[in-house]
């Protein structure tokens, strides 16, 4: 059982290293934390876990806690600028991604491997520049759909389906950039690459990456 699970680890390690980019020395490397120094699987025990995980379709062998709270989603002054049906919450990987970015749930809230066997919650929270908090009516809109039908509408937004992304050979921005055709964080983060800074899937230098989808 122990070599298994020390192999499920390096395996872990290896796909966060490898396959999605460098997690080690970027801020999602939380492995020096004191906070984080009683668990065995440091790199990647925050969000991941080898055994015992929760069952989300979009994050694999999950093992933190995920946020329930309630969100102000955004939207536009001006009407004409948001023609997407936006969500009344958070959904998808977004979700994921707030557990530990709106505040209200503690970067060492583990579950299942990763969590301590008193069961006690976490108690480190981010620092002011990673909190974006359960107000997202300033921050660039999540969780809506978008189709040939939204960039037909809005007139200022590429067909998702046959615009190419850049980011892979072929690869269209429905590809490669939506989860279910929707857009979320990681339409534009990437947790495992900081590359380019802040998470960004590319360079965003002469707003590139805004540009990839806003046709400007």
Known sequence: MKIRTFILGVALATLAQVSFGQITGTPHDMSSH???????????????????????????LWSHDTTTSSYTMYTSAVSSTFNATPGTRPDGNSKL?????????????????????????????????????????????????????????????YNPVTTLSGLSSGGHIDDDMLYNHKMQCASCHNPHNNTYTKFQRMSNNASQLCLKCHNK
């Open 34 to 60: 004191l906070w984080n120094t009683g668990t065995t699987n440091k790199l990647c025990g925050t969000c991941h876990t080898p055994h015992n995980s929760m069952t989300i379709s979009q994050a694999p």
């Open 97 to 157: 991604c707030l557990s530990c970015h709106d505040g209200t749930v503690a970067l060492n809230d583990f579950i299942g491997a990763q969590a301590p066997v008193s069961g006690t919650l976490g108690t480190e929270y981010p620092g002011t520049t990673t909190l974006i908090g359960t107000n997202l009516s300033n921050d660039h809109p999540i969780s809506f759909t978008y189709d040939a039908t939204l960039a037909t509408t809005d007139g200022g937004l």
